[in-house]
Nanobody, 125 residues
């Protein structure tokens, strides 16, 4: 599987961006998909994860809950991350990653995942 992330950019605090993660050549519903981010000098953080296991569920990091929304468009084989009320601390490179769908988000192994190239998000006035 190949993943293609896009949609990053420069936005003012309080603004919004929507990131896209296109799954190329495969069916997006064959994968559990997660978004991660890494800011300079900080550890990589999982922002959100979406699984279709057990009827489906989506989880969010505490730092983004209520502001970010992950959605999946099966027809377009794309997963989106809608980011609202952005803060300077959301500045980071954002990555999408995928593992086979039989793995739940709790079992998401970054070592086993396929990663897309990152997209830079900068929140600054």
């Amino acid at each position: 599987v190949q993943l293609q992330a896009s949609g990053g950019g420069l936005v003012q605090p309080g603004g919004s961006l929507r990131l896209s993660c296109a799954v190329l050549k495969f069916n997006v519903d064959d994968y559990t998909i997660a978004w991660f981010r890494q800011a300079p000098g900080k550890k990589r953080e999982r922002v959100s994860c979406d699984t279709l296991v057990g009827g489906g569920s989506t989880d969010y990091a505490t730092s983004v809950k209520g502001r970010f929304t992950l959605s999946r468009d099966s027809a377009k084989h794309t997963v989106y991350l809608q980011m609202n009320r952005l803060k300077p601390e959301d500045t980071a490179i954002y990555y999408c990653a995928a593992i086979p769908r039989h793995y739940h988000c709790e079992e998401f192994s970054t070592d086993r995942a396929t990663w897309g190239r990152g997209t830079q998000v900068t929140v600054s006035s």
